[in-house]
C-alpha cells in the first residue's frame, strides 16, 4: 500500500476544513500510511485545533500566498505519493483515494490521477451547485476550453488532451499548448516527479509545476470517472472579492514567474475579445444556462450570465489598475537617472 502526504494550506478555515479532514481518516485505507501537512497562515479560529484533532502536522507561514503555502507543506512530505486537496474539499465516499491509488498502479507512464468532476448535490448552496454544473469557478477558464473538470452539459469527454476511455477511468496525455488548470482539488500525484517540477515557495503554484512537468514529458495523467465536492461555502460577494485577490495576488503580482499563463496575449487575443462580448451582451451565456437548465433544471445555471458579466469587470479593472502602476514604477525609474 502506498504511503501519502495530504497537504494544504488554510487561514481561518475551521467552518469546511473539519469535514474536509474528517473525510480523509474516514477513508477505507490504512491511516498508518497517511501523513496529514497543513501550512497555516495565523488561523484565529479552531482551525490549530482541528490540525491536532486529525493528527495533522501544522506548519506555520506567513508568505501571503496560499500557494507558496502548499510548497512549505510539500517540504516537510516524505511520502510516496502527494495528495494535494483544498480545506473546501471532501472525499464524498469512503474508498475514494484506494481507488486513485489503484488507478495510478494501473498506468505507470501516469504521474498523477484526479476525479473528473465537482459533485453536484441539490442541497448545496446556489454558487456551489453553479461552481459544479460548469466544472469551475472561473468562467474565463470554462470558456477558453482550459477547464481541468468536466460540467455537467455532457456525459461524454469534452475536456482537452488526448483521451483513451479505459472505462472507470480516462488515460489523458497534454501538452504545453492544451494543458488544462490541473493540480488541485482532490489531486494525487507521484512525490519523485512533483519535484522535478519548480516546487520552492517562490515558484510554486499547482498549475505552473505541472506545465514544469509536461515540458519535461510527464505528459500521462489519470482522470477518473468519479467526483469531489467542492464546499467552498461562500457568500456571494465574498467569492468576487477573493477573485480579485487571486488575479492581483497570484497572477499579475508574480507574474514574471508565472510559468502557465490562462491568457497568452499571442495565442488567446481573439478569445479574449470573444470572452469580452460574450459576458457584456449577457445572450450566449443565458442561451449556454437555458442548454445546461434543459439536461438538470436548477436555477444555478442562471448565475453563469451574472458571474460572466463580474468576473469580466473585476480582471479588466485589476490589469488596468496593475498595468498603471507598472508604467508609474518605470517612470519613476527612469526620472531617478536624471
Known amino acids: 500500500m502506498k504511503s501519502i502526504s495530504v497537504i494544504m494550506a488554510t487561514l ?3 467552518n469546511t476544513l473539519e469535514k474536509c479532514l474528517a473525510s480523509v481518516r474516514n477513508q477505507d485505507y490504512d491511516q498508518s500510511k497517511i501523513e496529514i501537512i497543513v ?3 495565523g488561523s484565529q479560529d479552531n482551525t490549530p ?3 491536532k484533532k486529525y493528527g ?3 506548519v506555520p507561514e506567513n508568505t501571503g500566498s496560499p500557494e507558496a503555502a502548499k510548497a512549505l507543506a510539500l517540504a516537510k512530505a516524505h511520502n510516496e505519493l502527494i495528495f494535494q486537496v483544498d480545506d473546501d474539499n471532501i472525499l464524498p465516499h469512503r474508498h475514494w483515494l484506494a481507488n486513485m491509488v489503484s488507478l495510478l498502479a494501473k498506468e505507470p507512464e501516469a504521474i498523477a490521477c484526479y476525479p473528473w468532476r465537482y459533485a453536484y448535490r441539490r442541497q448545496a448552496k446556489m454558487l456551489n451547485r453553479y461552481f459544479a454544473l460548469f466544472g469551475v469557478n472561473d468562467p474565463v477558464a470554462w470558456f477558453l476550453k482550459r477547464a ?4 455537467y452539459f455532457s456525459s461524454q469527454w469534452q475536456l482537452a488532451g488526448k483521451v483513451k ?3 472507470d477511468y480516462f488515460l489523458v496525455e497534454f501538452n504545453e499548448n492544451n494543458l488544462p488548470t490541473v493540480g488541485a482539488n482532490g489531486f494525487l500525484i507521484k512525490r519523485q516527479i512533483l519535484l522535478k517540477a519548480k516546487v520552492s515557495p517562490q515558484y510554486f503554484f499547482h498549475i505552473d509545476v505541472n506545465l514544469d512537468l509536461v515540458r519535461q514529458g510527464y505528459n500521462k495523467y489519470i482522470v ?3 467526483n469531489i465536492i467542492h464546499d467552498s461555502g461562500e457568500r456571494f460577494w465574498h467569492f468576487f472579492a477573493k477573485r480579485k485577490k487571486y488575479m492581483e495576488s497570484l497572477y499579475l503580482k508574480d507574474l514574471s514567474k508565472r510559468r502557465y ?4 496575449k499571442k495565442r488567446d487575443r481573439r478569445k479574449i475579445i470573444l470572452y469580452s462580448l460574450y459576458s457584456l451582451t449577457i445572450i450566449k451565456p443565458t442561451v449556454d444556462a437555458t442548454r445546461g437548465f434543459r439536461k438538470i433544471p436548477d436555477i444555478a445555471w442562471f448565475l453563469h450570465p451574472i458571474v460572466c458579466f463580474l468576473i469580466f469587470w473585476i480582471y479588466f479593472l485589476s490589469v488596468v489598475n496593475w498595468q498603471c502602476w507598472h508604467y508609474l514604477g518605470l517612470i519613476k525609474k527612469k526620472l531617478k537617472k536624471f
Open 261 to 264: 499563463l490562462l491568457y497568452d
Open 224 to 226: 477518473a470517472k468519479d
Open 148 to 151: 481541468d473538470r468536466q460540467s
Open 56 to 58: 495533522g502536522q501544522i
Open 39 to 41: 501550512a497555516d497562515g
Open 12 to 14: 481561518n478555515s475551521g
Open 49 to 51: 485545533q482541528i490540525i
Open 165 to 167: 476511455d479505459r472505462g
